[in-house]
């Protein structure tokens, strides 16, 4: 996902963490999780200042998590895509 700064935000799926990435692809921040397998963040809210994390299901056959917390910048609001099929 993508903040409103232009930075890429990118889970660290085997690290355990969320990390924030600067246009030019420099690490800017990384942010660690009480969850072993982050995978997909997202901003939200009515305001885009919160920042939800989905995760994987533990290797021991519990569930994932759906993790929110506020977020350091605003998000951009995510956009539909639609291909047309002929």
Not at 14 to 22: D, I, M, Q, T, V
Not at 51 to 72: D, E, I, K
Request: proline share 12%; glycine share 12%; with cysteine.
């Amino acid at each position: 996902t993508i903040d409103a700064e232009g930075c890429y935000w990118s889970a660290g799926v085997s690290a355990g963490c969320l990390n924030r990435y600067a246009p030019n692809g420099t690490l800017l921040a990384r942010y660690p999780l009480p969850a072993p397998a982050p995978t997909m963040p997202c901003f939200g809210g009515a305001d885009l200042r919160t920042l939800f994390v989905t995760s994987l299901s533990p290797a021991t056959g519990g569930t994932g998590l759906v993790m929110a917390a506020p977020a350091p910048v605003a998000g951009v609001a995510p956009w539909r895509f639609a291909a047309r099929m002929k």
